[in-house]
Nanobody, 125 residues
Framework: QVQLVESGGGLVQAGGSLRLSCAAS????????MGWFRQAPGQEREFLAFITWNWNGGGSTNYANLVKGRFTISRDNAKNTVYLQMNSLKPEDTAVYYC???????????????WGQGTQVTVSS
């Protein structure tokens, strides 16, 4: 089992920035690809970005078009943590943000095995 805990959400004005963190514990972080998703009320869970596992600590990244150029995913394997740096935030970015871990890297939320509880991000206009 992998336990994931997100943090860093909150209230920010449009144009501002937030950095979300997702700390993993339990079974080793090694080998897991990590994704970020979000879900707004009444909407489907939406892919944002994933980063693959790499022994050197990096990993390939992939982004949804709607956040490309504004959000950056990264990971620190030594800290068992994945990050989502969010810049130029817009009111439509308001949602609950989730991190996920899986042995596959995918844009589909169903491909991930473990999920955090989510952290609320609210962007005011």
């Amino acid at each position: 089992q992998v336990q994931l805990v997100e943090s860093g959400g909150g209230l920010v004005q449009a144009g501002g920035s937030l950095r979300l963190s997702c700390a993993a514990s339990g079974r080793t972080f090694s080998g897991y690809n990590m994704g970020w998703f979000r879900q707004a009320p009444g909407q489907e869970r939406e892919f944002l970005a994933f980063i693959t596992w790499n022994w050197n600590g990096g990993g390939s990244t992939n982004y949804a078009n709607l956040v490309k150029g504004r959000f950056t995913i990264s990971r620190d394997n030594a800290k068992n943590t994945v990050y989502l740096q969010m810049n130029s935030l817009k009111p439509e970015d308001t949602a609950v943000y989730y991190c996920a871990a899986g042995t596959r890297y995918s844009r589909r939320w169903s491909e991930y095995d473990y999920w955090g509880q989510g952290t609320q991000v609210t962007v005011s206009s």
